[in-house]
């Protein structure tokens, strides 16, 4: 294609012949291409089949005058946008606005100036090409917006390839169109369809393909000419699918047509929109699939959690088994040597003849009474575990409480040791349980805590009333207690005092517990420690009932 050939055309109407080509010859020297011809109807012929970028059109013509040739212009969609400018004699106003309002561009009266008719046709045809831009580019950007609606519709990869490649075959004109595409989680697929037939996939070489358009920025054309063998076709033009510098594919177009920069650039931006709805519809697929996959992991999940959770359980339980059988073991090892042994003296003096003596005797007893002891305590656990029931009746705590201070207080004054007591103004001390048991808490309690006293210690026993609770704290000036002991206190036969069982604050526990009361601990080595027992309020009408009965 020669420079010639791209000029703009000009065509010349006018049935005066040397009037024609003195303005052909005009316009041949500043490089426009011309055509005259001296008759409306061959006029009208030429303007449909040539598109000129002008038309120069006399008025006084024999067989059809030119407003007749500027209606029929106007009329007919193939030439109603080309310009169109009058030139003749006929300069009356009433000429003027008559072929004006016929849609003239514009109406110059003979003779012409040259300068001025070369200034107003350039005029004419550069408005004309801007306004043809404009139209092109808002028909693509229309374009563009009705695919991008189309495309966003679709959110399954298999439907969307096949609305790419219609879209392509509508907005594009060509023989066939491709489409390569590879989305994460499916394996590469390509199609190819020739127009006026239905999709069909076949083989393509996606790295080659790749590779290709990857020394190209935006849409890359060939002609038969270039030898290109990357492509489904021997010409045509193709652009890669790309979001975010990630390849997803390419879309190409199966034409021996060389496409213009309007073309490219529509071409360009549908390959745009294809990757985004393809990323998205990527995007969608996995969310399906992490969907369906959720309520099975989390069943999944649970499950494992469950199992690790019974796991543990049972590693608690055998732990604590083993610690309370190590207990129960020590417990009852410790005093069951000495009667070992002195039950073997006793038989060795039996043998021999000599006296037993009654100090092995009292030890034998007193470690025998040691071991009753310890089977006791785990009897009364294991009768409470059971569900035996205990007498249950009204107490007043402060009393219980007094009870317990009056028969420990000889112990606390021999080593020194004060105790003070006071209740809470708005208390309401009355409890409902049984009288025995409470009283051995508070006396495991107060023993632990003067233990752990030395000579001018101080135990403070404060009660009080919290909402629907009455709660007694027994807070001593000790040694206190390390964090990490503090959840053991609790567990049977562990024990910090060099002669102690292990069993008392374990059983106390049990019997608050039993009570529907808890128990809590507050210590801090080297100041002390705290424990409160809190104890459900016995109300009005709970006390009336029972005295009811």
């Not at 110059?108 to 404009?134: D, G, N």
């Not at 595409?181 to 996606?206: K, V």
């Not at 190209?216 to 038969?224: I, L």
Request: net charge negative; with cysteine.
């Amino acid at each position: 294609m020669n420079a010639d050939s791209l000029a703009p055309l000009v065509l010349i109407v006018d049935d005066h012949h040397p009037a024609a080509d003195m303005i052909g010859r005009l316009f041949t020297s500043h490089n426009y291409r011309v055509l005259c011809v001296y008759h409306g109807r061959e006029a009208l012929e030429k303007a449909r089949t040539l598109q000129p970028a002008l038309v120069l059109l006399d008025v006084m013509m024999p067989d059809m005058n030119g407003f007749e040739v500027l209606r029929a212009l106007r009329a007919d969609p193939r030439t109603a946008h080309i310009p169109a400018i009058m030139v003749t004699a006929k300069d009356e106003p009433s000429d003027v606005e008559y072929g004006l309002g016929l849609g003239a561009d514009d109406y110059l009266s003979k003779p012409i100036e040259p300068r001025e008719l070369l200034a107003r046709s350039r005029s004419k045809m550069e408005s004309y090409q801007l306004k043809q831009v404009l139209q092109r580019r808002t028909r693509d950007l229309e374009a563009l917006l009705r695919v991008s609606e189309a495309l966003t519709t679709h959110l399954e990869i298999d439907d969307l390839e096949m609305l790419i490649l219609h879209l392509l075959l509508d907005l594009f004109p060509c023989q066939g169109v491709w489409i390569l595409c590879r989305s994460e989680g499916r394996p590469p697929s390509a199609f190819i369809c020739h127009r006026g037939e239905m999709p069909q996939p076949f083989e393509l070489d996606s790295p080659r393909i790749q590779r290709a358009l990857g020394a190209h920025e935006g849409p890359y054309q060939w002609t038969e000419q270039s030898g290109e063998t990357h492509f489904p076709s021997s010409s045509g033009m193709a652009a890669p699918l790309l979001y975010s510098s990630r390849w997803l594919g390419a879309v190409g177009l199966i034409s021996s047509q060389v496409y213009d920069e309007d073309a490219m650039r529509l071409f360009a931006g549908l390959a745009q929109q294809a990757a985004l709805a393809v990323r998205n519809a990527e995007l969608y697929t996995l969310e399906v699939r992490y969907a369906e996959t959720l309520e099975a992991t989390v069943e999944e999940r649970t499950q494992a959690l469950r199992s690790a959770q019974q796991l543990l359980i049972r590693s608690e339980k055998l732990a604590s088994i083993g610690r309370l059988a190590a207990g129960i073991a020590h417990e009852i090892n410790n005093p069951l040597l000495p009667i070992i042994i002195n039950l073997e003296l006793m038989v060795e003096d039996l043998q021999d003849g000599t006296q037993i003596e009654s100090q092995a005797v009292q030890e034998t007893l007193h470690s025998a009474r040691r071991i009753s002891r310890t089977v006791e305590r785990l009897l009364q656990f294991t009768r409470r575990r059971q569900g035996d029931t205990a007498d249950m009746q009204v107490l007043h705590i402060g009393s219980v409480i007094e009870n317990v201070k009056a028969l420990t207080q000889r112990f606390f004054q021999q080593d020194s040791i004060g105790v003070t007591m006071s209740t809470a103004p708005d208390a309401a001390p009355y409890v409902y349980g049984n009288k025995d048991q409470l009283e051995q808490v508070f006396l495991n309690v107060m023993l632990n805590a003067k233990a752990a006293m030395s000579p001018g210690g101080l135990l403070t026993i404060t009660i009080s009333q919290t909402g629907t609770e009455v709660c007694v704290a027994f807070q001593d000036t000790g040694t206190g207690i390390p964090a990490e002991m503090l959840e053991k206190i609790f567990e049977p036969f562990y024990t910090t005092k060099d002669n102690g069982s292990g069993l008392g604050l374990f059983i106390s526990h049990e019997i608050i517990h039993n009570h529907n009361g808890r128990i809590d601990v507050q210590s801090e080595v080297g100041k002390g420690t705290t424990i409160t027992l809190c104890l459900p309020v016995m109300t009005e009408a709970e006390e009336a009932e029972i005295e009811s009965e």
